[in-house]
T-cell receptor
């Protein structure tokens, strides 16, 4: 069975602090995709990143970085120098690779509150 | 803007009623997915269509049905509504059915309130 666990329900930081959101996944597949989505207070789901299981290189995009470790089945997300606009719910998700569907299995989300 | 359009944004209706949610995918996307987001269940996959055909089914109730039309827009029909059906319903689209090279892009959702 596939499962995504985001153990941190809620995190509160002060602006300019760095923050890491944890994601642990379970799958029997040897190839798969991992994703992060952001849901700001306005409610839409915004795609942030997709990583396939072949590629364990870390990725950096501006203040965002992602650490994929297959050995620990983790795909953690770090925001450097957080800003109030980063306040949102962040979801980690898992999808099959090469199957008949790429439906996403989502974690329960982490609510990040960045205080000014 | 993801390019996925969902209407209406908000819907308030009574128990026992039927509603239709509409989704237009991004230009060029052939797959449409429906998700339900509720406080107790989180984000749950309901159903996927690819080029008019059903491709995958998740935790979709028998009271719910969906279809994808020849112009690729999709509709999610919810009938005999119950209070517990109140949720945010998302539509997403991707280029292919298995999306090796394309992530899912989500619309802004339809917030359904059943009173």
């Amino acid at each position: 069975a596939q499962k995504v666990t985001q153990a941190q329900t809620e995190i509160s930081v002060v602006e300019k602090e760095d923050v890491t959101l944890d994601c642990v996944y379970e799958t029997r597949d040897t190839t798969y995709y991992l994703f992060w989505y952001k849901q700001p207070p306005s409610g839409e789901l915004v795609f942030l990143i997709r990583r396939n299981s072949f590629d364990e290189q870390n990725e950096i995009s501006g203040r965002y970085s992602w650490n994929f470790q297959k050995s620990t089945s983790s795909f953690n997300f770090t925001i450097t120098a957080s800003q109030v606009v980063d306040s949102a719910v962040y979801f980690c998700a898992l999808a099959n690779y090469g199957g008949a569907t790429n439906k996403l299995i989502f974690g329960t989300g982490t609510l990040l509150a960045v205080q000014p | 803007d993801s390019g996925v359009t969902q209407t209406p944004k908000h819907l308030i209706t009574a128990t026992g009623q039927r509603v239709t949610l509409r989704c237009s995918p991004r230009s060029g996307d052939l797959s449409v997915y429906w998700y339900q987001q509720s406080l107790d269940q989180g984000l749950q996959f309901l159903i996927q269509y690819y080029n008019g055909e059903e491709r995958a089914k998740g935790n979709i109730l028998e009271r719910f049905s969906a279809q994808q039309f020849p112009d690729l827009h999709s509709e999610l029909n919810l009938s005999s509504l119950e209070l517990g059906d109140s949720a945010l319903y998302f539509c997403a689209s991707s280029v292919g059915q298995a999306g090796r090279n394309s992530p899912l892009h989500f619309g802004n959702g339809t917030r359904l309130t059943v009173t």
